[in-house]
Antibody, heavy 122, light 107 residues
Framework: QEQLQESGPGLVKPSGTLSLTCVVS?????????WSWIRQPPGKGLEWIGE???????NYNPSLKSRVTISVDKSKNQFSLKLSSVTAADTAIYYC???????????????WGQGTLVTVSS | DIQMTQSPSTLSASVGDRVTITCRAS??????LAWYQQKPGKAPKLLIY???TLESGVPSRFSGSGSGTEFTLTISSLQPDDFATYYC?????????FGQGTKVEIK
């Protein structure tokens, strides 16, 4: 059974860059799955950030596209998120996740990391 | 983006009750809809995909229906473990979007 674990700073200064990494264990990041980042402001709903395939192909939420970069490191079986020019509105729990390969149409999220809270504050 | 609207936002129910949550899409998403359960401090858990397909290991008291723009999640007999927040999500088109959530509380 695959497990995903996020890591990174829990506090980022305004106008700085948020950087998180997700390590995949129990499976290969080079499988037929896509990998995704989703966030959830405290006490609020879920927002999809973007996704990546092991080839490096990406898709991003247009509302965040200008500030987001998702990358993959196959040698370390991990993928990463960078979000630039952060403000307090970017304070959220950030989840990494696996997109199921069972669905004819991609988008079902079948495995989630435990999530990591990132606070944007000076 | 496709907007997803859930109702109600909060639902109070008792163990054994039949519970129904509705999710409406701002445009047709065919059957490309998933449901997730989230408990406090935990990541969401996949319950149903393609509107009505039960994820492996999910109890059969959960069921989903609908297509186009209107969908429902039904819990046939609410159990103590089911008190949680439920989210629908469309994956018909980018960017994937979620409903605002329905919190199922103990009555």
């Amino acid at each position: 059974q695959e497990q995903l674990q996020e890591s990174g700073p829990g506090l980022v200064k305004p106008s700085g860059t948020l950087s998180l990494t997700c390590v995949v264990s129990g499976g290969s990041i080079s499988s037929s799955n896509w990998w995704s980042w989703i966030r959830q402001p405290p006490g609020k709903g879920l927002e999809w950030i973007g996704e990546i395939y092991h080839s490096g192909s990406t898709n991003y939420n247009p509302s965040l596209k200008s500030r987001v970069t998702i990358s993959v490191d196959k040698s370390k079986n991990q993928f990463s998120l960078k979000l630039s020019s952060v403000t307090a509105a970017d304070t959220a729990i950030y989840y990494c996740a696996r997109i199921s390969s069972i669905s004819l149409v991609r988008g079902v999220i079948d495995y989630w990391g435990q999530g990591t809270l990132v606070t944007v504050s000076s | 983006d496709i907007q997803m609207t859930q109702s109600p936002s909060t639902l109070s129910a008792s163990v054994g009750d039949r519970v129904t949550i509705t999710c409406r899409a701002s445009q047709s998403i065919s059957s490309w809809l998933a449901w997730y359960q989230q408990k406090p401090g935990k990541a969401p858990k996949l319950l149903i995909y393609k509107a009505s397909t039960l994820e492996s290991g999910v109890p059969s008291r959960f069921s989903g229906s609908g297509s186009g723009t209107e969908f429902t999640l039904t819990i046939s007999s609410l159990q103590p473990d089911d008190f949680a927040t439920y989210y629908c999500q469309q994956y018909n088109s980018y960017s994937w979007t979620f409903g605002q959530g329905t919190k199922v509380e103990i009555k």
